[in-house]
Nanobody
């Protein structure tokens, strides 16, 4: 049974940092691309970042580029999201997802296959 369990969310002041973790089990972690997706209160889903199975290719939404870093540790079957310089607009439920990554005509496409339950991040003074 595939499981993705997020942790590390919480309340942080603007300008602060948090590191989210996602513990994966039930499948071969090193063979799947992974992404973080978030949903702000009253808004739709927003893709945040993707990492390929080997960890050497990463992509970020413009809204978080330069502030967030996605990484993975295959020895621990864990995905991370380091979030720095947090802003109130980063307030959201953050979801860890597993999926497949394809490359076509110069662009990467990520297809989500499974979601975690999410972890809440609140950025407020």
């Amino acid at each position: 049974e595939v499981q993705l369990v997020e942790s590390g969310g919480g309340l942080v002041q603007p300008g602060g940092s948090l590191r989210l973790s996602c513990a994966a089990s039930g499948y071969t972690f090193s063979s799947s691309a992974m992404s973080w997706v978030r949903q702000a209160p009253g808004k739709g889903l927003e893709w945040v970042s993707t990492i390929n199975p080997g960890g050497g290719i990463t992509n970020y939404a413009d809204s978080v580029k330069g502030r967030f870093t996605i990484s993975r540790d295959s020895a621990k079957n864990t995905l991370y999201l380091q979030m720095n310089s947090l802003k109130p607009d980063d307030t959201a439920v953050y979801y860890c997802t597993k999926g497949s990554l394809t490359y076509h005509l110069g662009r990467y496409y990520y297809a989500c296959e499974f979601w975690g339950q999410g972890t809440q991040v609140v950025v407020s003074s």
